[in-house]
């Protein structure tokens, strides 16, 4: 039997479950509002209410790397087991890792993630671009190889991403090439009318600079991260704005909005399908 790609199985994720990507983001802020230390026990009952919450019931889940790094290794293995967990409910995890460097770097940040031999491989990592398209090669490749997908960093849902994601090389932004590079990887999969699996990272929060640029979303072919719904200031009708022709690829993520409904694991999973299924009536 041939392996499903990244895409196909985030396509049969969204279409189940609805398009809310959930994230788990446990904020210093956020771990003592549910009434937990900010420590390695808090940090562990924290991620555990999330995957209780999430698992089998929110297609794709978002844990952010950063969060899990301030602990060190016993972070890292709370990380590891969520992930597991995840996956093994069926639940597609998405590692916000943010990884970029020279190829043969990469290609080990690659192996960590993706390989077929990694600890607690994810369904796909975000991947930074910024030492230019194809220093991610080795992600690209592997990813492929191993039926999982990457996000490039696109157009951020930050303020200052604009002065390096708005610049022009000759006549094309750095936004617009790295859209021309996921068109590239997604082409196969665009031929054969499937989502692609090099998606772009483009924030709810752009707000026209998607029309500004000409860039062409929907023609990358592949899923389309949206971070900054929620917290960020993010809405609904921003993703009709930002997106528009490419809305059936975006993939809504929030973390903040969803969790502040916690400790209550019940109350967690009902924010989590209530936003997603605001999101699908949008989206769909
Ligand atoms: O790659 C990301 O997910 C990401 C890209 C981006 O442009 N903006 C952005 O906020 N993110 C991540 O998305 C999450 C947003 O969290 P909330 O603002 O709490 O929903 C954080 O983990 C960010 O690191």
């Not at 390695?40 to 844990?63: N, R």
């Not at 960590?112 to 991610?136: C, Q, R």
Request: net charge negative; glycine share 14%; aromatic share 4%.
């Amino acid at each position: 039997m041939t392996e499903l790609t990244f895409g196909q199985r985030l396509r049969t994720a969204t279409d189940t479950h609805g398009p809310l990507c959930a994230g788990i983001d446990p904020h210093r802020a956020l771990v003592e509002s549910w009434g937990l230390g900010y420590d390695v026990d808090g940090l562990a009952a924290f991620t555990d209410a999330c995957v209780d919450a999430f698992a089998g019931h929110v297609g794709v889940v978002k844990p952010q790397s950063a969060f899990f790094e301030v602990f060190g290794s016993r972070g890292i293995a709370i990380l590891e087991r969520a992930i597991l967990a995840l996956r093994e409910a069926g639940t597609l995890v998405i590692l916000d890792a943010k990884r970029g460097d020279i190829g043969s770097t990469m290609m080990a940040y690659a192996e960590a993630y993706l390989g077929k031999d990694a600890v607690a491989p994810a369904d796909a990592i975000t991947v930074s671009p910024y030492l230019g398209f194809e220093s991610l090669r080795p992600a690209l490749d592997l990813a492929a190889q191993t039926g999982r997908g990457v996000f490039v960093l696109g157009l951020t849902s930050n303020p200052e991403g604009r002065t390096v994601q708005h610049a022009r090389l000759r006549d094309v932004s750095v936004a617009e090439s790295m859209v021309a590079g996921a068109a590239g990887e997604n082409a196969g999969a665009r031929e054969r009318g499937e989502l692609g699996s090099v998606g772009l990272v483009v924030g709810a929060t752009v707000g026209s600079a998607v029309q500004e640029l000409g860039l062409d979303l929907a023609g990358a072919g592949g899923p389309l991260l949206a971070p900054g719904v929620g917290a960020q200031g993010g809405t609904t009708e921003d993703l009709r704005r930002v997106f528009g022709d490419a809305l059936p690829n975006v993939l809504p993520a929030s973390s903040r909005d969803v969790l502040s409904a916690g400790p209550d694991v019940a109350a967690l999973r009902d924010r989590a399908l209530r936003t997603s299924e605001s999101l699908a009536a949008l989206l769909r």
